[in-house]
């Protein structure tokens, strides 16, 4: 199996801002609206400054921040918390990460006290996507997490799971599927008693501005692959065109996705996921509903438009 795929290596200090629907607005709340929007003004322990918005339970939990910085803090909080909870329970810490901005975003974890205090040891990472391009490639989503995040952290080499990049975009979607599997067999990887795919412990996503996630793009056909566990395509809209990909299924059979979201030229996409707008044409990022939690990571500009 080693031989198949390569295992490579504030505005409110300590208050929080929670959207409601009105009929939350008790007459003790400090209420306010931001674009038209009632929110209710709790007083809470949140370090960042931060607005909670309430949402149907598929849709997630919402938490919009003030800055990039703030939501970087805070996921750094989500990611340590999780990775203690699991490794208390178990040995492995299934984590799986897209490429492009959420990379940057995981910086804190780089820093005290997490740098000391997160058992390195326990964490699998996994790609939920990657561009098919060599390993030493600027557009090699495993170089850009290598530079940014796991050459920093004592994450044994062989729990990266890397894509063989000797392979065609088939090929290698096969080989990381069979990694998947005898993983899953081995039990480093949980499996979904529902579903039979893999649950990951926790998914860190970006999302691009037309609302795709991973390498599921609007209109595409691999967003309606029910099947296999990782799949490809060579007509990525996003160069370069071709990649791999986790499909639906698996992602939504993770414990935990953060969706990481950040900028304003993503907000038509997350007013579109996060409202009751019903659209034709639906978005990927709209079918995200895991087996476990889903939390949204938003800054003001992402959020601009709820
Ligand atoms: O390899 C990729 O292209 C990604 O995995 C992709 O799904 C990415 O996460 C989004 O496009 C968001 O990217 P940004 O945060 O950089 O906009």
Known sequence: ????????????????????????????????????????????ATRA??????????????????????????LAE????????????????????????????????????????????KWHVFWVDERVVPKDHPD??????YNEFLSKVPIPTGNVYAINDALSAEGAADDYETCLKHLVKTKTIDQSESTGF???????????PDGHIASLFPGHPLVHENEKWVSFITDSPKPPPERISFTLPVINSSANIALVVAG?????????????VSNSDVLPVQLVEPEGELSWFLDKGAASKL
């Open 264 to 276: 304003a030229g993503k907000a038509n996409a997350v007013h579109v996921a996060l409202s009751d």
């Open 1 to 44: 199996m080693a031989a198949s795929f390569r295992a490579l290596s504030a505005a409110l200090p300590n208050q929080s801002l929670t959207r409601s629907p009105p009929r939350f607005l008790a007459a003790t709340s400090l209420s306010l609206r931001l674009n038209s929007v009632p929110y209710r003004l709790r007083r809470g």
């Open 140 to 145: 090699s989503n495993y170089l850009l997490a």
């Open 78 to 121: 989500y990611a340590a918390d999780l990775s203690k909870k699991s490794s208390q329970r178990k040995d492995s810490f299934t984590v799986v990460l897209s490429g492009g901005s959420l990379v940057k975003s995981l910086r804190k974890l780089l820093e005290q006290p997490y740098i000391d205090s997160v058992d390195w040891s």
């Open 198 to 208: 893999p649950k990951f412990d926790l998914m860190l996503m970006g999302m691009g």
């Open 49 to 74: 400054s931060m607005a909670e918005i309430v949402t149907p339970k598929s849709k997630g939990k919402v938490k919009v921040f003030d800055t990039e910085e703030d939501l970087a803090v805070s």
